[in-house]
């Protein structure tokens, strides 16, 4: 009954994959976020059993319908949830903005087009939205 457990994963590697991909693809656009959710519930469905027997095994004898509901079913609905508000989440918003910077405006986008805050740029000054701002940027004046 001495069981040689398998070896542990490699879990440096795993990380350092991750986090290349994130780094790849920062803020991919909704088609691309949609796909992702899908592949992932077609995952889950298709391994149903496959997920009912780990857990079975992992807790030394769990009922399947327990798993089903417990595990399964939360994650499908976490997965519906998401798919049904993505869009509405991806939406450019306004954000505060500081009082230094009063009369203008800053956006949040989360979007394939914009890889950092709208309203920053990348030196991380703000680029607020106002007529002041434009015009100091561009060395106009404003009266």
Known sequence: MNAVPPPMPDYASRFLAQRQAFAADR????PVR???LARLL?????????FVAAVDADFGGR???ETRIAELFVTRSAILYARRHLARWM????????LTRSGSKNFAASSASS????????EGLISARSPAASAATSGESVN
Do not use: F, K, M
């Not at 803020?27 to 909704?30: A, D, E, K, S």
């Not at 077609?42 to 496959?50: G, K, P, S």
């Not at 939406?91 to 500081?98: K, L, N």
């Open 63 to 65: 009922a399947a319908h």
């Open 27 to 30: 803020n991919p656009p909704l």
């Open 42 to 50: 077609r995952l889950v469905d298709e391994n149903e059993q496959a």
């Open 91 to 98: 939406r450019t918003r306004g954000v505060p903005t500081t």
């Open 115 to 122: 890889a950092e805050t709208r309203g920053v740029s990348s």
């Open 34 to 36: 949609r796909e992702r």
